[in-house]
């Protein structure tokens, strides 16, 4: 996954709009921001945090710079631990020309050390907006590590990985194709109601309640 | 005492066998966590948890423990399963609670 592999691959697909979302990392986002410059394709800024319950949680932004200033303070929360390359591996950082320009030596896969609860105060005080990522999965979800989703932390959307999954929730659901290998971007067969094809539009209707 | 001889005396299932047969366990580290386990089991423990995902086999093999054993009855599933037999880590299973184990391991300590 490259991030012209990524843009190509979605506009081949013909999807509109792609939230691309690392784990713990927006580092690759200025390349893939770059490589969809001169395309129709929206890119969502997103990071998926892992916090301290070890739930995975999807964190959405209007711009680039909203999601590298969140990206700087969640990297201070995440552990000491070094990558081992031959079990987890590598952690490349690429340019818009697919070149390899940096190297990300924390180990991503690993749980920061706050919990949600900090992490949406970071994301709103960076303009984001945050959805429980597959939440009727065994591990790494909200329900699955909390046993429920808390009405306190007021989500406005829900991911489920198997929409058949029934889920007791007050609000909107969506699935994502929560691809980890180019193959695995979706068909564009999940689609939103939004008012307009943008960044912004999108993420409306994420925060609209 | 190694993890297999372990297995075979309580009747443990042996998911995989990895390297049960040539190293100790010199000690148990309870928790389902993955990221307070990767920090802080130690070499040659036995790792007593309910988490069965293939991260476990990975944070076994950085933590450098002894084996897994997923109490409680949980299953591998075929990835992680894979994955253990890739890294040569030793995953047992029984369907006794956490503490149960323990107190079993703490017998042969």
């Known amino acids: ?209 | 005492m190694t993890p297999i001889e372990f297995a075979n005396k309580h009747s443990f299932e042996i998911l995989n066998e990895g390297e049960g047969n040539e190293r100790p366990i010199n000690g148990v580290y309870c928790c389902d966590l993955l990221s307070i386990v990767m920090g802080r089991a130690k070499l040659d423990d036995a790792w007593i948890t309910v988490m069965s995902n293939v991260n476990s086999i990975a944070v076994a093999v950085l933590a450098d423990v002894s084996c897994i054993i997923l109490s409680e009855g949980m299953a591998l599933d075929d990835q992680a399963t894979q994955k253990a037999v890739e890294q040569n880590v030793c995953v047992l299973k029984s369907n006794l609670p956490t503490y149960e184990i323990a107190l079993l391991l703490k017998d042969i300590l």
């Open chain 1, 1 to 209: 996954m490259t991030p012209n592999n990524i843009v190509n691959m979605a506009l081949l697909l013909g999807l509109d709009a792609i939230a691309v979302s690392d784990h713990n990392s927006s580092l690759n986002l200025p390349a893939v921001f770059d490589a969809a410059k001169n395309t129709d394709l929206v890119i969502i800024p997103a990071i998926e945090v892992c916090t301290n319950e070890e739930v995975h949680l999807l964190c959405l932004f209007h711009s680039l710079n909203d999601v590298m200033n969140f990206n700087e303070t969640i990297y201070e929360f995440l552990p000491p631990i070094k990558n081992n390359e031959n079990v987890f591996g590598k952690q490349l950082i690429l340019d818009s020309e697919d070149n390899i320009i940096g190297k990300e030596e924390k180990l991503l896969i690993n749980a920061l050390s706050i919990g949600i609860e900090q992490l949406l105060k970071i994301s709103k005080s960076n303009n984001g907006v945050v959805i429980p990522a597959h939440v009727d999965k065994h591990s790494y979800s909200i329900i699955s590590n909390l046993g429920f989703i808390p009405e306190e932390y007021e989500f406005t959307c829900i991911e489920i990985k198997n929409p058949e999954n029934k889920i007791q929730f007050n609000g909107k659901y969506i699935t994502n194709s929560d691809a980890h290998y180019l193959e695995n971007i979706s068909e564009p067969i999940h689609f939103l109601e939004v008012k307009e094809k943008s960044i912004d539009g999108i993420m409306e209707y994420f925060k609209e309640h």
